[in-house]
Protein backbone atom coordinates (compact mmCIF):
# COMPACT_ATOMS: atom_id res chain seq x y z
CA UNK A 1 0.00 0.00 0.00
CA UNK A 2 1.47 3.36 -1.10
CA UNK A 3 1.79 5.95 1.45
CA UNK A 4 -0.45 8.79 -0.92
CA UNK A 5 -3.34 6.28 -0.29
CA UNK A 6 -2.60 4.87 3.79
CA UNK A 7 -4.15 7.61 5.72
CA UNK A 8 -7.26 8.07 3.27
CA UNK A 9 -8.11 3.92 3.36
CA UNK A 10 -7.54 4.44 7.10
CA UNK A 11 -10.15 7.30 7.18
CA UNK A 12 -12.46 5.23 4.64
CA UNK A 13 -12.47 2.21 7.21
CA UNK A 14 -13.07 4.37 10.30
CA UNK A 15 -16.76 4.41 11.89
CA UNK A 16 -16.29 8.09 12.16
CA UNK A 17 -18.45 9.71 9.53
CA UNK A 18 -16.32 13.01 9.25
CA UNK A 19 -13.13 11.13 8.26
CA UNK A 20 -15.14 9.10 5.79
CA UNK A 21 -16.31 12.43 3.70
CA UNK A 22 -12.92 13.63 3.66
CA UNK A 23 -11.50 10.45 2.42
CA UNK A 24 -14.19 10.20 -0.47
CA UNK A 25 -13.50 13.85 -1.48
CA UNK A 26 -9.88 13.27 -1.27
CA UNK A 27 -10.48 10.48 -3.27
CA UNK A 28 -12.23 11.88 -6.03
CA UNK A 29 -9.25 14.69 -6.43
CA UNK A 30 -6.22 11.81 -6.85
CA UNK A 31 -4.95 11.19 -10.60
CA UNK A 32 -2.32 8.75 -11.88
CA UNK A 33 -3.25 5.92 -9.86
CA UNK A 34 -2.06 2.71 -10.32
CA UNK A 35 -3.83 -0.43 -10.48
CA UNK A 36 -2.54 -2.06 -7.28
CA UNK A 37 -3.53 1.69 -5.56
CA UNK A 38 -7.02 1.54 -7.28
CA UNK A 39 -7.57 -2.21 -6.36
CA UNK A 40 -6.32 -1.35 -2.69
CA UNK A 41 -8.85 1.42 -2.64
CA UNK A 42 -11.84 -0.23 -4.54
CA UNK A 43 -11.35 -2.73 -0.82
CA UNK A 44 -11.68 -0.02 1.04
CA UNK A 45 -14.26 1.49 -0.38
CA UNK A 46 -16.38 -1.46 -0.38
CA UNK A 47 -16.58 -1.63 3.14
CA UNK A 48 -18.91 0.85 3.42
CA UNK A 49 -21.43 -1.13 2.03
CA UNK A 50 -21.51 -3.42 4.45
CA UNK A 51 -22.15 -0.46 6.87
CA UNK A 52 -25.85 -0.44 9.04
CA UNK A 53 -26.91 3.32 8.68
CA UNK A 54 -29.19 2.84 11.76
CA UNK A 55 -31.14 5.59 9.65
CA UNK A 56 -28.40 7.76 10.01
CA UNK A 57 -29.06 9.88 6.72
CA UNK A 58 -25.88 11.25 6.11
CA UNK A 59 -23.74 8.14 6.47
CA UNK A 60 -26.58 6.51 4.52
CA UNK A 61 -25.59 9.28 1.63
CA UNK A 62 -21.87 8.91 2.02
CA UNK A 63 -22.81 4.76 1.26
CA UNK A 64 -24.40 6.17 -1.95
CA UNK A 65 -21.36 8.37 -2.60
CA UNK A 66 -18.78 5.42 -1.83
CA UNK A 67 -20.64 3.87 -4.93
CA UNK A 68 -19.90 6.72 -7.31
CA UNK A 69 -16.41 6.74 -6.11
CA UNK A 70 -16.06 3.02 -6.52
CA UNK A 71 -17.35 3.62 -9.89
CA UNK A 72 -14.38 6.35 -10.40
CA UNK A 73 -11.96 3.98 -10.12
CA UNK A 74 -12.79 2.62 -13.82
CA UNK A 75 -12.65 -1.05 -15.79
CA UNK A 76 -9.25 -1.59 -14.26
CA UNK A 77 -11.28 -2.59 -10.89
CA UNK A 78 -14.01 -4.24 -12.85
CA UNK A 79 -13.46 -7.39 -12.30
CA UNK A 80 -13.09 -7.66 -8.87
CA UNK A 81 -15.95 -5.68 -8.29
CA UNK A 82 -18.04 -8.43 -9.88
CA UNK A 83 -15.86 -10.78 -7.88
CA UNK A 84 -17.44 -8.85 -4.61
CA UNK A 85 -21.06 -8.83 -6.67
CA UNK A 86 -21.48 -12.17 -6.82
CA UNK A 87 -20.88 -13.18 -3.17
CA UNK A 88 -22.51 -10.04 -1.51
CA UNK A 89 -25.86 -9.81 0.35
CA UNK A 90 -28.53 -8.15 -1.28
CA UNK A 91 -28.21 -4.65 0.09
CA UNK A 92 -24.41 -4.72 -0.61
CA UNK A 93 -24.86 -6.31 -3.93
CA UNK A 94 -27.18 -3.39 -4.93
CA UNK A 95 -23.88 -0.66 -4.55
CA UNK A 96 -21.67 -3.10 -6.70
CA UNK A 97 -24.32 -3.29 -8.68
CA UNK A 98 -24.79 0.66 -9.21
CA UNK A 99 -21.15 1.31 -9.11
CA UNK A 100 -20.59 -1.14 -12.35
CA UNK A 101 -23.47 0.16 -13.83
CA UNK A 102 -22.23 3.60 -13.40
CA UNK A 103 -18.71 2.41 -15.44
CA UNK A 104 -20.62 1.32 -18.41
CA UNK A 105 -20.25 -0.08 -21.77
CA UNK A 106 -16.44 -0.86 -21.10
CA UNK A 107 -17.49 -3.77 -18.66
CA UNK A 108 -20.59 -5.30 -20.21
CA UNK A 109 -18.61 -8.09 -21.82
CA UNK A 110 -17.09 -9.06 -18.91
CA UNK A 111 -20.30 -8.78 -17.32
CA UNK A 112 -21.38 -11.49 -20.14
CA UNK A 113 -18.89 -13.82 -19.70
CA UNK A 114 -19.80 -14.05 -15.93
CA UNK A 115 -22.76 -15.58 -16.81
CA UNK A 116 -21.14 -18.10 -18.64
CA UNK A 117 -19.04 -19.08 -15.59
CA UNK A 118 -21.57 -18.78 -13.30
CA UNK A 119 -24.67 -20.93 -15.27
CA UNK A 120 -24.73 -23.61 -12.14
CA UNK A 121 -24.61 -20.61 -9.30
CA UNK A 122 -27.94 -19.29 -8.94
CA UNK A 123 -27.41 -16.96 -6.36
CA UNK A 124 -24.16 -15.17 -8.46
CA UNK A 125 -27.02 -14.85 -11.57
CA UNK A 126 -29.40 -13.39 -9.37
CA UNK A 127 -26.53 -10.64 -8.36
CA UNK A 128 -25.40 -10.19 -12.33
CA UNK A 129 -29.02 -9.98 -13.07
CA UNK A 130 -29.47 -6.97 -10.38
CA UNK A 131 -26.21 -5.31 -12.31
CA UNK A 132 -27.12 -5.27 -15.59
CA UNK A 133 -30.50 -3.37 -14.77
CA UNK A 134 -28.44 -0.56 -13.08
CA UNK A 135 -26.80 0.16 -16.55
CA UNK A 136 -27.77 3.30 -18.64
CA UNK A 137 -25.61 2.44 -21.50
CA UNK A 138 -27.09 1.15 -25.01
CA UNK A 139 -24.50 -1.48 -24.32
CA UNK A 140 -26.16 -2.99 -21.90
CA UNK A 141 -28.73 -4.45 -24.94
CA UNK A 142 -25.96 -7.03 -25.45
CA UNK A 143 -27.18 -8.60 -21.96
CA UNK A 144 -30.60 -9.29 -23.05
CA UNK A 145 -29.95 -12.62 -24.66
CA UNK A 146 -28.73 -13.74 -21.40
CA UNK A 147 -31.66 -12.14 -19.46
CA UNK A 148 -33.41 -14.63 -21.60
CA UNK A 149 -31.10 -17.43 -20.46
CA UNK A 150 -31.82 -16.67 -17.14
CA UNK A 151 -36.23 -17.08 -17.55
CA UNK A 152 -35.94 -20.65 -18.43
CA UNK A 153 -34.17 -21.41 -15.23
CA UNK A 154 -36.00 -23.50 -12.56
CA UNK A 155 -35.29 -21.45 -9.73
CA UNK A 156 -38.21 -19.03 -9.02
CA UNK A 157 -35.78 -16.60 -7.65
CA UNK A 158 -34.01 -16.40 -10.88
CA UNK A 159 -36.41 -16.17 -13.62
CA UNK A 160 -37.75 -13.20 -11.76
CA UNK A 161 -35.10 -11.47 -11.07
CA UNK A 162 -34.06 -11.97 -15.41
CA UNK A 163 -37.83 -10.21 -15.89
CA UNK A 164 -36.84 -7.44 -13.47
CA UNK A 165 -33.61 -7.39 -15.06
CA UNK A 166 -35.67 -7.02 -18.54
CA UNK A 167 -37.78 -4.42 -17.17
CA UNK A 168 -35.08 -2.16 -15.52
CA UNK A 169 -32.90 -2.21 -19.16
CA UNK A 170 -36.86 -1.39 -21.11
CA UNK A 171 -36.77 1.74 -18.78
CA UNK A 172 -33.07 2.68 -18.90
CA UNK A 173 -32.27 2.58 -22.83
CA UNK A 174 -34.09 3.34 -26.14
CA UNK A 175 -36.19 0.87 -27.88
CA UNK A 176 -34.45 1.80 -31.00
CA UNK A 177 -31.21 0.10 -29.93
CA UNK A 178 -33.19 -3.19 -29.64
CA UNK A 179 -33.92 -4.75 -33.18
CA UNK A 180 -37.61 -5.56 -33.83
CA UNK A 181 -36.92 -9.47 -34.00
CA UNK A 182 -35.30 -9.13 -30.40
CA UNK A 183 -37.93 -6.91 -29.22
CA UNK A 184 -40.90 -9.33 -30.62
CA UNK A 185 -38.81 -12.71 -28.86
CA UNK A 186 -38.69 -10.33 -25.79
CA UNK A 187 -42.74 -9.88 -25.19
CA UNK A 188 -43.39 -13.13 -26.24
CA UNK A 189 -40.88 -14.29 -23.56
CA UNK A 190 -42.75 -11.79 -20.82
CA UNK A 191 -45.53 -12.77 -21.89
CA UNK A 192 -45.54 -16.69 -21.42
CA UNK A 193 -44.26 -15.46 -17.88
CA UNK A 194 -47.84 -14.49 -17.49
CA UNK A 195 -48.71 -18.16 -16.38
CA UNK A 196 -45.70 -19.01 -14.62
CA UNK A 197 -47.05 -20.60 -10.85
CA UNK A 198 -44.97 -18.40 -9.10
CA UNK A 199 -46.83 -15.33 -8.22
CA UNK A 200 -44.03 -13.65 -8.00
CA UNK A 201 -42.60 -14.48 -11.39
CA UNK A 202 -45.71 -13.16 -12.57
CA UNK A 203 -45.53 -9.81 -10.85
CA UNK A 204 -41.86 -9.23 -12.44
CA UNK A 205 -43.61 -10.14 -16.01
CA UNK A 206 -46.04 -8.38 -15.60
CA UNK A 207 -44.12 -5.09 -14.74
CA UNK A 208 -41.42 -5.80 -17.39
CA UNK A 209 -44.16 -6.00 -19.77
CA UNK A 210 -45.74 -2.40 -18.76
CA UNK A 211 -42.44 -0.80 -18.81
CA UNK A 212 -41.92 -1.90 -22.26
CA UNK A 213 -45.10 -0.19 -23.20
CA UNK A 214 -44.43 3.01 -21.89
CA UNK A 215 -41.07 2.82 -23.55
CA UNK A 216 -42.40 1.99 -26.57
CA UNK A 217 -41.01 -1.44 -26.94
CA UNK A 218 -43.99 -3.21 -28.78
CA UNK A 219 -45.85 -3.44 -31.89
CA UNK A 220 -49.35 -2.11 -31.06
CA UNK A 221 -50.95 -5.64 -31.71
CA UNK A 222 -48.86 -6.73 -28.86
CA UNK A 223 -49.29 -3.81 -26.27
CA UNK A 224 -53.50 -5.02 -27.30
CA UNK A 225 -52.53 -7.64 -26.09
CA UNK A 226 -50.95 -6.83 -22.89
CA UNK A 227 -53.98 -4.74 -22.34
CA UNK A 228 -56.33 -7.67 -22.64
CA UNK A 229 -54.02 -9.78 -20.37
CA UNK A 230 -54.10 -7.52 -17.30
CA UNK A 231 -57.63 -7.08 -17.95
CA UNK A 232 -57.95 -10.68 -17.36
CA UNK A 233 -55.43 -10.26 -14.27
CA UNK A 234 -57.55 -8.14 -13.09
CA UNK A 235 -60.81 -10.17 -13.23
CA UNK A 236 -62.67 -7.52 -15.75
CA UNK A 237 -63.25 -9.93 -18.23
CA UNK A 238 -65.62 -12.03 -15.23
CA UNK A 239 -62.31 -14.21 -15.46
CA UNK A 240 -60.66 -15.29 -12.10
CA UNK A 241 -57.69 -15.42 -14.00
CA UNK A 242 -55.14 -15.06 -10.88
CA UNK A 243 -55.60 -14.14 -7.15
CA UNK A 244 -52.10 -13.46 -6.34
CA UNK A 245 -52.44 -9.96 -4.64
CA UNK A 246 -48.93 -8.99 -5.93
CA UNK A 247 -50.16 -9.86 -9.40
CA UNK A 248 -53.58 -7.84 -9.76
CA UNK A 249 -51.54 -4.86 -7.50
CA UNK A 250 -49.22 -4.88 -10.94
CA UNK A 251 -51.20 -5.58 -13.27
CA UNK A 252 -53.98 -2.35 -11.90
CA UNK A 253 -51.00 -0.36 -11.86
CA UNK A 254 -49.67 -0.68 -15.16
CA UNK A 255 -52.76 -1.56 -17.34
CA UNK A 256 -52.89 2.81 -17.03
CA UNK A 257 -50.03 2.67 -19.83
CA UNK A 258 -51.03 -0.08 -21.79
CA UNK A 259 -54.93 2.12 -22.23
CA UNK A 260 -52.10 5.01 -23.14
CA UNK A 261 -50.40 2.87 -25.46
CA UNK A 262 -52.81 0.74 -27.42
CA UNK A 263 -53.31 0.10 -31.65
CA UNK A 264 -54.44 3.03 -33.77
CA UNK A 265 -58.41 1.75 -33.64
CA UNK A 266 -58.57 1.96 -30.28
CA UNK A 267 -56.66 5.36 -29.99
CA UNK A 268 -58.92 6.63 -32.92
CA UNK A 269 -61.88 5.64 -30.79
CA UNK A 270 -60.71 7.41 -27.98
CA UNK A 271 -59.57 10.61 -30.53
CA UNK A 272 -60.48 13.52 -28.27
CA UNK A 273 -59.82 12.52 -25.15
CA UNK A 274 -56.24 11.65 -25.28
CA UNK A 275 -53.68 13.94 -24.19
CA UNK A 276 -50.16 13.02 -24.04
CA UNK A 277 -48.64 16.44 -21.89
CA UNK A 278 -45.65 16.91 -25.04
CA UNK A 279 -44.13 20.18 -25.19
CA UNK A 280 -45.06 21.83 -27.96
CA UNK A 281 -42.63 24.78 -27.24
CA UNK A 282 -39.83 25.91 -24.87
CA UNK A 283 -37.42 28.95 -24.07
CA UNK A 284 -35.85 30.16 -21.24
CA UNK A 285 -37.12 33.87 -19.70
CA UNK A 286 -33.98 34.04 -17.50
CA UNK A 287 -31.77 31.73 -15.38
CA UNK A 288 -33.08 28.54 -14.33
CA UNK A 289 -36.63 29.54 -15.37
CA UNK A 290 -38.34 28.55 -18.34
CA UNK A 291 -41.67 28.73 -20.54
CA UNK A 292 -43.43 25.78 -21.27
CA UNK A 293 -46.70 24.91 -24.06
CA UNK A 294 -48.17 21.91 -23.24
CA UNK A 295 -50.64 19.60 -25.23
CA UNK A 296 -53.42 19.58 -23.45
CA UNK A 297 -56.30 19.82 -24.76
CA UNK A 298 -59.06 19.21 -22.40
CA UNK A 299 -57.65 21.35 -19.59
CA UNK A 300 -57.23 24.39 -22.39
CA UNK A 301 -61.06 23.65 -22.88
CA UNK A 302 -61.78 23.91 -19.49
CA UNK A 303 -59.27 26.45 -17.75
CA UNK A 304 -60.45 29.25 -16.39
CA UNK A 305 -57.80 32.07 -14.75
CA UNK A 306 -56.45 31.65 -11.52
CA UNK A 307 -57.10 27.51 -11.30
CA UNK A 308 -54.26 25.92 -11.50
CA UNK A 309 -52.77 22.37 -12.36
CA UNK A 310 -51.06 19.66 -10.60
CA UNK A 311 -48.01 18.12 -12.79
CA UNK A 312 -45.42 14.91 -12.76
CA UNK A 313 -42.71 15.07 -14.84
CA UNK A 314 -41.68 11.92 -14.66
CA UNK A 315 -43.25 8.68 -13.14
CA UNK A 316 -41.24 8.66 -10.13
CA UNK A 317 -41.74 12.16 -9.42
CA UNK A 318 -43.50 13.52 -6.84
CA UNK A 319 -46.40 15.98 -7.50
CA UNK A 320 -46.03 19.70 -8.23
CA UNK A 321 -48.94 22.48 -8.09
CA UNK A 322 -47.81 25.02 -10.81
CA UNK A 323 -50.06 28.25 -12.05
CA UNK A 324 -51.02 28.68 -15.78
CA UNK A 325 -49.69 31.40 -17.77
CA UNK A 326 -52.47 31.28 -20.53
CA UNK A 327 -54.29 28.34 -23.38
CA UNK A 328 -55.44 28.45 -26.53
CA UNK A 329 -58.82 26.24 -26.43
CA UNK A 330 -59.17 26.06 -30.26
CA UNK A 331 -55.50 24.62 -30.70
CA UNK A 332 -55.25 22.49 -27.22
CA UNK A 333 -52.33 23.74 -25.50
CA UNK A 334 -51.86 25.18 -22.22
CA UNK A 335 -49.25 27.23 -21.20
CA UNK A 336 -46.90 27.54 -17.88
CA UNK A 337 -43.87 28.88 -16.63
CA UNK A 338 -41.32 26.72 -14.28
CA UNK A 339 -38.53 27.79 -12.12
CA UNK A 340 -36.18 25.24 -11.20
CA UNK A 341 -36.29 25.57 -7.26
CA UNK A 342 -36.29 22.39 -5.70
CA UNK A 343 -35.69 18.57 -7.54
CA UNK A 344 -38.96 17.85 -9.25
CA UNK A 345 -39.33 21.38 -10.62
CA UNK A 346 -35.74 21.02 -11.90
CA UNK A 347 -36.32 17.79 -13.36
CA UNK A 348 -39.29 19.58 -14.93
CA UNK A 349 -37.02 22.05 -16.51
CA UNK A 350 -35.00 19.51 -17.69
CA UNK A 351 -37.77 18.20 -20.21
CA UNK A 352 -37.13 19.20 -23.87
CA UNK A 353 -39.51 20.25 -26.70
CA UNK A 354 -41.32 16.96 -28.06
CA UNK A 355 -40.76 15.34 -24.58
CA UNK A 356 -43.93 14.67 -22.89
CA UNK A 357 -44.54 15.35 -18.99
CA UNK A 358 -46.09 12.31 -17.36
CA UNK A 359 -49.12 13.18 -16.13
CA UNK A 360 -51.30 16.31 -15.74
CA UNK A 361 -54.19 16.71 -13.59
CA UNK A 362 -56.33 20.47 -13.67
CA UNK A 363 -57.87 22.14 -13.51
CA UNK A 364 -57.72 22.48 -10.07
CA UNK A 365 -58.92 25.19 -7.59
CA UNK A 366 -61.51 28.14 -8.15
CA UNK A 367 -60.95 31.12 -11.25
CA UNK A 368 -59.96 34.26 -10.50
CA UNK A 369 -62.21 36.73 -8.68
CA UNK A 370 -62.79 39.05 -11.41
CA UNK A 371 -65.83 42.26 -11.74
CA UNK A 372 -66.56 45.02 -13.15
CA UNK A 373 -65.04 47.48 -10.54
CA UNK A 374 -65.57 51.76 -10.07
CA UNK A 375 -61.89 52.49 -10.20
CA UNK A 376 -58.88 50.42 -11.89
CA UNK A 377 -57.45 47.39 -11.26
CA UNK A 378 -53.90 46.58 -10.62
CA UNK A 379 -51.94 42.99 -11.03
CA UNK A 380 -48.99 42.75 -9.93
CA UNK A 381 -46.49 40.16 -10.55
CA UNK A 382 -42.93 38.84 -8.23
CA UNK A 383 -40.78 36.53 -10.48
CA UNK A 384 -42.20 33.41 -11.95
CA UNK A 385 -46.04 34.65 -10.30
CA UNK A 386 -46.07 37.27 -13.57
CA UNK A 387 -47.44 34.24 -15.47
CA UNK A 388 -50.13 33.74 -13.25
CA UNK A 389 -51.71 37.10 -13.31
CA UNK A 390 -52.05 37.66 -16.92
CA UNK A 391 -55.20 35.20 -17.77
CA UNK A 392 -56.92 37.36 -14.74
CA UNK A 393 -55.55 40.74 -15.86
CA UNK A 394 -57.36 39.93 -19.59
CA UNK A 395 -60.54 38.81 -17.85
CA UNK A 396 -60.40 42.25 -16.01
CA UNK A 397 -59.46 44.12 -18.67
CA UNK A 398 -62.12 41.91 -21.33
CA UNK A 399 -65.28 43.26 -18.79
CA UNK A 400 -64.26 46.90 -19.07
CA UNK A 401 -61.89 47.43 -16.26
CA UNK A 402 -58.63 49.27 -16.56
CA UNK A 403 -56.13 47.33 -15.72
CA UNK A 404 -52.40 48.36 -14.73
CA UNK A 405 -49.66 45.87 -14.75
CA UNK A 406 -46.66 45.52 -12.74
CA UNK A 407 -43.52 43.12 -12.93
CA UNK A 408 -40.88 42.79 -10.46
CA UNK A 409 -37.62 41.36 -9.90
CA UNK A 410 -34.23 41.68 -8.32
CA UNK A 411 -32.83 42.54 -11.34
CA UNK A 412 -33.37 43.47 -14.85
CA UNK A 413 -31.94 40.23 -16.35
CA UNK A 414 -34.70 38.26 -14.22
CA UNK A 415 -37.79 40.09 -15.44
CA UNK A 416 -40.04 37.89 -17.11
CA UNK A 417 -43.21 38.00 -19.48
CA UNK A 418 -43.29 41.90 -19.63
CA UNK A 419 -44.73 42.53 -23.25
CA UNK A 420 -46.87 39.11 -22.48
CA UNK A 421 -48.53 41.16 -19.55
CA UNK A 422 -48.69 44.56 -21.63
CA UNK A 423 -50.49 42.80 -24.18
CA UNK A 424 -53.27 42.19 -21.33
CA UNK A 425 -53.29 45.78 -19.59
CA UNK A 426 -53.35 49.06 -20.05
CA UNK A 427 -50.24 50.32 -18.92
CA UNK A 428 -47.62 48.04 -16.95
CA UNK A 429 -44.91 49.20 -14.34
CA UNK A 430 -41.81 47.45 -14.46
CA UNK A 431 -39.71 47.79 -10.80
CA UNK A 432 -36.29 46.45 -9.90
CA UNK A 433 -34.46 45.96 -6.77
CA UNK A 434 -31.17 47.48 -7.63
CA UNK A 435 -32.68 49.64 -10.44
CA UNK A 436 -31.19 48.18 -13.29
CA UNK A 437 -34.60 48.75 -15.34
CA UNK A 438 -37.95 50.74 -14.16
CA UNK A 439 -38.67 51.81 -10.73
CA UNK A 440 -36.46 51.25 -8.40
CA UNK A 441 -37.57 49.22 -5.53
CA UNK A 442 -40.17 46.78 -5.26
CA UNK A 443 -43.88 46.19 -6.66
CA UNK A 444 -45.64 48.01 -3.94
CA UNK A 445 -43.25 51.27 -4.95
CA UNK A 446 -45.25 51.15 -7.82
CA UNK A 447 -48.21 50.39 -6.72
CA UNK A 448 -48.27 53.50 -4.59
CA UNK A 449 -47.26 55.04 -7.36
CA UNK A 450 -50.45 54.07 -9.14
CA UNK A 451 -52.42 54.64 -6.18
CA UNK A 452 -51.19 57.70 -5.76
CA UNK A 453 -52.74 58.96 -9.23
CA UNK A 454 -56.00 57.78 -9.48
CA UNK A 455 -58.57 54.93 -7.57
CA UNK A 456 -57.59 51.91 -7.25
CA UNK A 457 -60.78 49.06 -7.04
CA UNK A 458 -58.81 45.67 -6.77
CA UNK A 459 -55.63 44.24 -6.73
CA UNK A 460 -53.95 40.80 -7.12
CA UNK A 461 -50.75 39.75 -6.24
CA UNK A 462 -48.94 36.40 -7.11
CA UNK A 463 -45.69 35.57 -6.17
CA UNK A 464 -43.40 35.04 -3.29
CA UNK A 465 -44.81 35.40 -0.16
CA UNK A 466 -42.69 38.41 1.23
CA UNK A 467 -44.52 40.36 -1.91
CA UNK A 468 -47.89 39.47 -0.87
CA UNK A 469 -47.67 40.17 2.44
CA UNK A 470 -46.54 44.01 1.49
CA UNK A 471 -49.64 44.63 -0.91
CA UNK A 472 -52.06 43.19 1.49
CA UNK A 473 -50.19 45.60 4.34
CA UNK A 474 -50.16 48.42 1.88
CA UNK A 475 -53.82 48.30 0.43
CA UNK A 476 -55.48 47.36 3.95
CA UNK A 477 -57.51 50.42 5.14
CA UNK A 478 -57.80 51.74 1.56
CA UNK A 479 -60.68 50.18 0.45
CA UNK A 480 -58.79 47.53 -2.20
CA UNK A 481 -59.86 44.81 -2.40
CA UNK A 482 -56.96 43.00 -2.70
CA UNK A 483 -56.19 39.05 -3.46
CA UNK A 484 -53.26 36.84 -3.54
CA UNK A 485 -52.29 32.93 -4.76
CA UNK A 486 -51.34 31.10 -1.99
CA UNK A 487 -48.44 28.80 -2.80
CA UNK A 488 -49.43 26.40 -0.09
CA UNK A 489 -47.69 22.67 0.11
CA UNK A 490 -49.89 20.61 -1.98
CA UNK A 491 -50.36 16.60 -2.51
CA UNK A 492 -53.66 15.40 -3.64
CA UNK A 493 -55.17 18.90 -4.70
CA UNK A 494 -58.50 18.36 -4.24
CA UNK A 495 -59.02 18.95 -0.36
CA UNK A 496 -59.00 15.63 0.71
CA UNK A 497 -55.30 15.65 2.02
CA UNK A 498 -55.18 18.50 4.15
CA UNK A 499 -51.79 19.39 3.50
CA UNK A 500 -52.61 23.00 2.14
CA UNK A 501 -54.20 24.10 4.85
CA UNK A 502 -54.06 27.86 5.21
CA UNK A 503 -56.18 30.01 7.78
CA UNK A 504 -58.17 32.85 6.20
CA UNK A 505 -60.52 34.86 8.60
CA UNK A 506 -59.62 32.56 11.57
CA UNK A 507 -60.57 29.53 9.67
CA UNK A 508 -59.22 26.39 8.03
CA UNK A 509 -59.63 26.63 4.30
CA UNK A 510 -57.85 24.54 1.88
CA UNK A 511 -55.48 26.18 -0.79
CA UNK A 512 -56.45 23.87 -3.65
CA UNK A 513 -60.20 23.47 -3.53
CA UNK A 514 -61.28 27.02 -1.73
CA UNK A 515 -58.29 28.90 -3.46
CA UNK A 516 -55.90 29.61 -4.87
CA UNK A 517 -57.34 33.13 -4.42
CA UNK A 518 -57.81 34.18 -1.03
CA UNK A 519 -58.74 37.70 0.51
CA UNK A 520 -55.26 39.27 1.27
CA UNK A 521 -56.22 41.24 4.30
CA UNK A 522 -57.37 37.69 5.40
CA UNK A 523 -54.50 35.36 4.93
CA UNK A 524 -52.76 34.52 8.33
CA UNK A 525 -49.43 35.21 6.26
CA UNK A 526 -47.43 34.17 9.57
CA UNK A 527 -49.00 30.45 10.16
CA UNK A 528 -48.38 30.26 5.81
CA UNK A 529 -44.67 31.24 6.02
CA UNK A 530 -44.11 28.27 9.08
CA UNK A 531 -45.65 25.48 6.66
CA UNK A 532 -43.99 26.53 3.94
CA UNK A 533 -40.69 25.80 5.84
CA UNK A 534 -41.32 22.43 6.41
CA UNK A 535 -40.19 20.33 4.44
CA UNK A 536 -37.16 22.81 3.88
CA UNK A 537 -34.38 20.39 4.93
CA UNK A 538 -36.10 16.98 3.37
CA UNK A 539 -36.43 18.78 -0.24
CA UNK A 540 -32.41 20.13 -0.21
CA UNK A 541 -31.34 16.25 0.37
CA UNK A 542 -34.01 15.74 -2.39
CA UNK A 543 -32.24 18.00 -4.90
CA UNK A 544 -28.98 16.67 -3.67
CA UNK A 545 -29.29 13.15 -4.08
CA UNK A 546 -30.47 13.87 -7.97
CA UNK A 547 -27.36 15.81 -8.59
CA UNK A 548 -25.25 12.73 -7.51
Known amino acids: MTNRINSIIADISSQNTDQL ?12 LSSEEKRELAAALSTTFYRDHAGDEELARLIDQSESVLASLGPEVAEWMIEQLVEADAESAEHFAGALGQIGAPVVD ?44 TNKQVKSAAFYCVGRIFKRIPSEVVGDADRSMLFDTLFAGLSDPSPLVRRHAVRAIGKGVR ?45 HGLAEKETTLRGKYHQDFSILEKRELCPNTYYFKVNA ?77 EGA ?58 GSIGI ?20 LAVGPVPMMMAVAKMTEGKGVETWVSLNAIMVDGTGMCGACRVTVGGKTRFACYHGPDFNAHQVNFDELIKRQRMFVEQEKIAFEAMQR
Not at 21 to 32: N, P, W, Y
Not at 133 to 147: K, N, Q, S, V, Y
Not at 415 to 430: G, H, N, P, S, T
Not at 448 to 455: F, P, T, V
Request: hydrophobic residues 40%.
Open 21 to 32: KAALAEVSTLSD
Open 110 to 153: LLRSWFDTSRSDDYARINLLLAAGRFTDPAIARILPEALRCTES
Open 215 to 259: NSYFAPEQVEKSHNAFRAILGMDHFDWDDAFIVRSEAEYQLHYCQ
Open 297 to 373: PLLAKKIQAGQFIIMRPNYDSERIPLSIAGWDREKGYIEIVIMAAGRTSTEATQKNVGDSFHDVVGPLGQRSHVAKY
Open 377 to 434: CVVLGGGYGTGAVIPTARDLRALGNKVYGVVGARTKDLLILVDELKAVCDEVFVTTND
Open 440 to 459: QGFVTHALEQIMAQEKVSMA
